[in-house]
Structures are given as structure tokens and as C-alpha cells.
């Protein structure tokens, strides 16, 4: 490193220091200018990776690695996230209430009391969450509360080192384009945090919600059930180390549902998530101890929350599995899910992405039901003109968009459980229901090539090697149609994707698409084949033979891609 180059990087770091309001992170800020100082090359090469950038506010929010910089979350960023909110809504004339929720992560409930002063400094008003509540509780108090926006602190389902800041505008669904970028344009307009006025560090200069606003939430939640259905089902259930646990307990109850047993190694929340490597029920390993506890209880169902409980798993007894549980698929529990709405005889739209199964589609068609597919993640999905019932393949579903416009892991898991419980008065199960839909509408297996690196560049070389060297055949399927989502269509808005379309014998029809991950350093590849299955004694030959293709189509992909 040149030494002018390292004098002004000092300098920047060291005019961070000064702005820092949070003593911990000035402390390791310091540490590295010391290190830095006597020409440590770990140092320098830390304070250059933090100081290189910021971290950009997008359709995500925020979300990054805890610690001092511009490139970690932290106080100082978050102020400045808070006051480029803030500034845009001043602007917006679209009310002046901001809500503000949190989870149990390292640090949350400062960045959301930091949120509170800065909105109250800009002469907006704001009102928090009276503690650590699920994501979907905060989506929900927006629209009950007719605020102008929503903060949620939360990292979800990241590492416990990372947090986030999610933002959602007053309809109670996530920010999408041009609003990111207006908003981070005023972020990067923030000269100085002297510049930020704030209030003063008392809950008397904001609203600190009462109780009233997750008893709100519950009464809603139940409305997703039939009052008179049947409640006899046997739960397992982990929140994950998050703060799902009172609230899915309480809804239960509320329901009339017995109370599931939870996961005692996982039932308190706990920002350093010990007992799993990754916080997401997807990730393997996660869901051992759930498993563990189901051995011992053999309930009907396992259920799962991630740490702030906007997205729902589900695991199903299968004596095929080595544990005695089989994960069901984001895709399966998705159909399942549209399945019971129809059902139930509901009208709109359904929806979901177009990483996504297509099984949907030929639900909602059907039932004689609007059915639209959108870009990836719920910020798309809750925008679906006359949304019904909307999910994403990564165990996200809404099943009450009037009442939560986003994924809500409690009503989910609700609606599932009524689901399970009135078919076991039949004698069936949800692998019943999932084979009858295989027998209806053909066999719908997916799955998922994910590859997780160190370096971003990496994920940008394979994005560029594929569209220069686009596959022609993969598992022996000819690829017969090839889209660069990045031009962008009619139906959808431009994003960095690939997707693929294959042909050949014995299936009905296959594709994949490429994406970089919005949230996680990933390149994901979904994966889908649709099998035709005529009768039931086929199913078991059509799904060993979708389990080979996708398998195969895995390693070609990986092969193409580079990765």
C-alpha cells in the first residue's frame, strides 16, 4: 500500500472514530489504529477492507457483519441509515409515524432505540416495540398503527456476527426501487453525524408500544383458521434461539391447539445461536435437536421458526429418513398451503417467485384463480396486484396479506397446523396430500445448487462465464430457451439472472435459475423437473427418477457455472 494511500486511510478512520457514538466499536476501532500505526500489515489490510466502501442500502435494507466502519454494522451507520430514512419520508408527505421493531441479536435493541432518536430529532414521530417480537409482528403494527413506515433490526436467519435494518413503507411491505435509491441517496447526503439532530436518550421522546399492539397481532393471526376445525395435532416445535417462541405458543393457544413441546436447547433466545452453525431450519444440522426431541415425544408434526420467525419449516414423519423426519421442501409446504386456501374457497391472486416451484400455478389455474410470479423476495411478491396468497421457495408464506403484507412464520405455521389436524381426522397425513397433487398436476421436484464464498468476485465471474458460455444440454436435457433477466420484460423488472429452460424424454418440462443471493455472500442455482405421473403406483419410480435428474443437473450446472 502506497503511503499516501495509507496516510489517507488513517485519516478516514481516524475521523470515524471521532463521529463513533458507540464506546465498543470505538475501542476496536482504536485497536486497529494502533496496530495500523506501527505498519502491522493485518491492520492495514482490516482498516482497508472496512473503510473501502459502505454498506450499500438496498430492496434488502441493510444487513452485515457487526464492528466499527462503514463496511460493518454498526451505531454510526445505522444513525445515518436512520436520518436518509427520515429525510425521505419528510419529503414523501406520507404521514410521520415510524414504528420500530427488533429482535435478540447482538446489538439490535440500540440500533433501534438510535432509529427512534433520529426520527424524533428530524420531527417525525416514532413508536417501538415494547421488546424482541417476531418481524411479521412489526410488518403487522405498521398497518394497524396507519404508519407511515416500519424498521425492522433483525439479520434473520444470517450468522450471529451480522444484523440487519429492514425497512418497509407504509402499506406494510418492503421497499422496492426507486425508493431504496432515493432513500440511499439521502443516506450518502449525511455529511456528518453532527449533522443528525436526535433526541434525547429517553423512551419519554418516543412511544414505547404497549402490550395491546401483539394482542392486535394475535386476534388477527387466528382469523387465518377455521373457528371450528379440528385442533387435535401433536407438535414439536424451535424457534431457533430467535423470539418466535411466545408469540407461536401464544397463537396456538389463542387457536385451541395443545401446546407444542419446544425444543429445549433452542426454546430462549440467544444472539450467539451455540447450538447450530447457521440459525436457518434449511441448513443442515439445524434441525438435529428438533428431530432429537420428536424421537422422544413422536408428535404429528415438527415445526420451525428462524430467529425472528417471518419464515416457517416443516418436517413430516418418514421412516425412510435415518432421524424418522423428512424436511419438507419451501416449494412443498408452499402448494400445501395454496391447496388448504382453495380449499377454503378464497378469491385473488396467487403468487410466488420465479425461483420458485411451478406447481402454483397449476393450482391456482385450477381453481380458476389469478396466479402471478414475480422477482425474488417478498418485497415482489406483497406487490402482486389483488394478492391472495403469496410464498417464496426459502419457507416464506403469506397467508394473510390484509394483516401482515410480508412472510409471517406464526400464520403459517397455524394454517399448516390446520391443515395436518383436518386431514388426520381422515386418516390422511400431508405426504398423502402431497402425492395427491403429484397425481394431479405431475410430479413438481426441486432443488437447489448453492454455493457460498469468501471472495464476491467469484460469484460475478461465474454470472459472466455462464452468459458467455451459455450451456446448450445439462443431465442430458437440451436447453431450449435461455433469458438474461438483466434485460429485464413486460412481466418482470431487470435483476442479475439467468434462467433456463430444458427438454427431453420422460419429462414435461425442467428449468433453472441462476441468481446471486440478496442477502448471503451466494450463487444459487433452482433447480426444477415436472415429471408426469399416472397413476399412484408411479410416484415412487417418478420421484427416484426426478431425484437422479436433479442430482445430475446439479453437477452439470456446477460444472457450467464454474463453482
Same mark, same amino acid.
Given at each position: 500500500?502506497?503511503?499516501?494511500?495509507?496516510?489517507?486511510?488513517?485519516?478516514?478512520?481516524?475521523?470515524?472514530?471521532?463521529?463513533?457514538?458507540?464506546?465498543?466499536?470505538?475501542?476496536?476501532?482504536?485497536?486497529?489504529?494502533?496496530?495500523?500505526?506501527?505498519?502491522?500489515?493485518?491492520?492495514?489490510?482490516?482498516?482497508?477492507?472496512?473503510?473501502?466502501?459502505?454498506?450499500?442500502?438496498?430492496?434488502?435494507?441493510?444487513?452485515?457483519?457487526?464492528?466499527?466502519?462503514?463496511?460493518?454494522?454498526?451505531?454510526?451507520?445505522?444513525?445515518?441509515?436512520?436520518?436518509?430514512?427520515?429525510?425521505?419520508?419528510?419529503?414523501?408527505?406520507?404521514?410521520?409515524?415510524?414504528?420500530?421493531?427488533?429482535?435478540?441479536?447482538?446489538?439490535?435493541?440500540?440500533?433501534?432505540?438510535?432509529?427512534?432518536?433520529?426520527?424524533?430529532?428530524?420531527?417525525?414521530?416514532?413508536?417501538?416495540?415494547?421488546?424482541?417480537?417476531?418481524?411479521?409482528?412489526?410488518?403487522?403494527?405498521?398497518?394497524?398503527?396507519?404508519?407511515?413506515?416500519?424498521?425492522?433490526?433483525?439479520?434473520?436467519?444470517?450468522?450471529?456476527?451480522?444484523?440487519?435494518?429492514?425497512?418497509?413503507?407504509?402499506?406494510?411491505?418492503?421497499?422496492?426501487?426507486?425508493?431504496?435509491?432515493?432513500?440511499?441517496?439521502?443516506?450518502?447526503?449525511?455529511?456528518?453525524?453532527?449533522?443528525? &439532530?436526535?433526541?434525547?436518550?429517553?423512551?419519554?421522546?418516543?412511544?414505547?408500544?404497549?402490550?395491546?399492539?401483539?394482542?392486535?397481532?394475535?386476534?388477527?393471526?387466528?382469523?387465518?383458521?377455521?373457528?371450528?376445525?379440528?385442533?387435535?395435532?401433536?407438535?414439536?416445535?424451535?424457534?431457533?434461539?430467535?423470539?418466535?417462541?411466545?408469540?407461536?405458543?401464544?397463537?396456538?393457544?389463542?387457536?385451541?391447539?395443545?401446546?407444542?413441546?419446544?425444543?429445549?436447547?433452542?426454546?430462549?433466545?440467544?444472539?450467539?445461536? &451455540?447450538?447450530?452453525?447457521?440459525?436457518?431450519?434449511?441448513?443442515?444440522?439445524?434441525?438435529?435437536?428438533?428431530?432429537?426431541?420428536?424421537?422422544?415425544?413422536?408428535?404429528?408434526?415438527?415445526?420451525?421458526?428462524?430467529?425472528?420467525?417471518?419464515?416457517?419449516?416443516?418436517?413430516?414423519?418418514?421412516?425412510?429418513?435415518?432421524?424418522?423426519?423428512?424436511?419438507?421442501?419451501?416449494?412443498?409446504?408452499?402448494?400445501?398451503?395454496?391447496?388448504?386456501?382453495?380449499?377454503?374457497?378464497?378469491?385473488?391472486?396467487?403468487?410466488?417467485?420465479?425461483?420458485?416451484?411451478?406447481?402454483?400455478?397449476?393450482?391456482?389455474?385450477?381453481?380458476?384463480?389469478?396466479?402471478?410470479?414475480?422477482?425474488?423476495?417478498?418485497?415482489?411478491?406483497?406487490?402482486?396486484?389483488?394478492?391472495?396468497?403469496?410464498?417464496?421457495?426459502?419457507?416464506?408464506?403469506?397467508?394473510?396479506?390484509?394483516?401482515?403484507?410480508?412472510?409471517?412464520?406464526?400464520?403459517?405455521?397455524?394454517?399448516?397446523?390446520?391443515?395436518?389436524?383436518?386431514?388426520?381426522?381422515?386418516?390422511?397425513?400431508?405426504?398423502?396430500?402431497?402425492?395427491?397433487?403429484?397425481?394431479?398436476?405431475?410430479?413438481?421436484?426441486?432443488?437447489?445448487?448453492?454455493?457460498?464464498?469468501?471472495?464476491?468476485?467469484?460469484?460475478?465471474?461465474?454470472?459472466?462465464?455462464?452468459?458467455?458460455?451459455?450451456?446448450?444440454?445439462?443431465?442430458?436435457?437440451?436447453?431450449?430457451?435461455?433469458?438474461?433477466?438483466?434485460?429485464?420484460?413486460?412481466?418482470?423488472?431487470?435483476?442479475?439472472?439467468?434462467?433456463?429452460?430444458?427438454?427431453?424424454?420422460?419429462?414435461?418440462?425442467?428449468?433453472?435459475?441462476?441468481?446471486?443471493?440478496?442477502?448471503?455472500?451466494?450463487?444459487?442455482?433452482?433447480?426444477?423437473?415436472?415429471?408426469?405421473?399416472?397413476?399412484?403406483?408411479?410416484?415412487?419410480?417418478?420421484?427416484?427418477?426426478?431425484?437422479?435428474?436433479?442430482?445430475?443437473?446439479?453437477?452439470?450446472?456446477?460444472?457450467?457455472?464454474?463453482?
Amino acid at each position: 500500500m502506497a503511503q499516501e494511500s495509507t496516510t489517507e486511510l488513517l485519516a478516514r478512520a481516524h475521523q470515524w472514530l471521532a463521529e463513533d457514538p458507540d464506546a465498543e466499536t470505538r475501542e476496536e476501532l482504536a485497536a486497529l489504529l494502533a496496530a495500523a500505526a506501527q505498519a502491522e500489515e493485518p491492520a492495514l489490510a482490516e482498516l482497508a477492507e472496512r473503510f473501502a466502501d459502505r454498506l450499500q442500502f438496498g430492496t434488502a435494507g441493510l444487513r452485515g457483519e457487526l464492528g466499527a466502519g462503514p463496511m460493518r454494522m454498526n451505531r454510526a451507520v445505522v444513525m445515518r441509515a436512520a436520518a436518509g430514512l427520515a429525510g425521505y419520508l419528510r419529503t414523501a408527505d406520507a404521514g410521520d409515524l415510524v414504528v420500530i421493531g427488533y429482535d435478540a441479536r447482538h446489538k439490535s435493541y440500540d440500533f433501534a432505540r438510535d432509529t427512534a432518536a433520529v426520527m424524533v430529532g428530524a420531527g417525525l414521530r416514532a413508536a417501538v416495540l415494547p421488546r424482541p417480537l417476531p418481524t411479521p409482528v412489526l410488518a403487522f403494527a405498521i398497518r394497524h398503527l396507519g404508519a407511515a413506515a416500519g424498521v425492522m433490526v433483525t439479520a434473520s436467519h444470517n450468522p450471529p456476527r451480522d444484523n440487519g435494518y429492514k425497512v418497509y413503507l407504509g402499506d406494510g411491505s418492503q421497499i422496492v426501487p426507486p425508493a431504496d435509491a432515493e432513500i440511499a441517496a439521502r443516506i450518502d447526503a449525511v455529511a456528518s453525524l453532527a449533522d443528525v &439532530p436526535l433526541a434525547t436518550d429517553s423512551a419519554a421522546d418516543w412511544q414505547v408500544l404497549g402490550e395491546d399492539v401483539l394482542e392486535a397481532y394475535l386476534a388477527r393471526a387466528v382469523t387465518v383458521l377455521d373457528p371450528q376445525g379440528p385442533r387435535d395435532l401433536s407438535v414439536v416445535y424451535t424457534p431457533m434461539h430467535g423470539v418466535g417462541r411466545d408469540t407461536l405458543l401464544a397463537a396456538f393457544e389463542r387457536a385451541g391447539f395443545p401446546a407444542p413441546t419446544v425444543v429445549a436447547e433452542q426454546g430462549e433466545p440467544d444472539p450467539d445461536f &451455540p447450538t447450530v452453525a447457521f440459525p436457518n431450519p434449511e441448513e443442515p444440522g439445524a434441525m438435529d435437536l428438533a428431530f432429537k426431541a420428536a424421537a422422544a415425544t413422536d408428535p404429528d408434526l415438527v415445526i420451525a421458526n428462524d430467529p425472528d420467525a417471518d419464515r416457517c419449516a416443516v418436517a413430516v414423519p418418514d421412516a425412510a429418513e435415518a432421524s424418522g423426519w423428512r424436511m419438507l421442501r419451501g416449494d412443498e409446504v408452499g402448494a400445501l398451503l395454496g391447496a388448504a386456501l382453495v380449499a377454503k374457497g378464497v378469491q385473488g391472486t396467487f403468487a410466488t417467485t420465479i425461483v420458485s416451484a411451478t406447481l402454483l400455478g397449476e393450482i391456482a389455474a385450477a381453481a380458476g384463480l389469478d396466479y402471478q410470479e414475480t422477482l425474488t423476495g417478498f418485497k415482489w411478491i406483497a406487490r402482486a396486484e389483488g394478492l391472495r396468497y403469496g410464498y417464496e421457495e426459502a419457507l416464506g408464506y403469506c397467508v394473510d396479506p390484509q394483516g401482515v403484507r410480508d412472510k409471517d412464520g406464526v400464520t403459517a405455521a397455524l394454517l399448516i397446523a390446520e391443515l395436518a389436524a383436518s386431514l388426520k381426522t381422515a386418516g390422511r397425513t400431508l405426504s398423502d396430500l402431497l402425492d395427491e397433487l403429484a397425481l394431479t398436476h405431475g410430479l413438481h421436484a426441486t432443488d437447489q445448487l448453492s454455493a457460498r464464498v469468501e471472495d464476491l468476485s467469484l460469484i460475478a465471474d461465474a454470472m459472466r462465464r455462464l452468459r458467455e458460455q451459455p450451456p446448450t444440454e445439462l443431465a442430458g436435457l437440451a436447453v431450449t430457451r435461455a433469458d438474461d433477466l438483466s434485460t429485464g420484460s413486460a412481466e418482470l423488472p431487470p435483476t442479475d439472472g439467468l434462467r433456463y429452460y430444458l427438454a427431453g424424454e420422460a419429462v414435461r418440462s425442467a428449468r433453472i435459475v441462476v441468481r446471486p443471493s440478496g442477502t448471503e455472500p451466494k450463487l444459487k442455482c433452482y433447480l426444477e423437473v415436472v415429471l408426469p405421473v399416472g397413476s399412484a403406483d408411479g410416484l415412487a419410480a417418478a420421484r427416484e427418477r426426478a431425484a437422479e435428474l436433479l442430482t445430475a443437473l446439479k453437477r452439470d450446472m456446477a460444472v457450467a457455472a464454474g463453482i
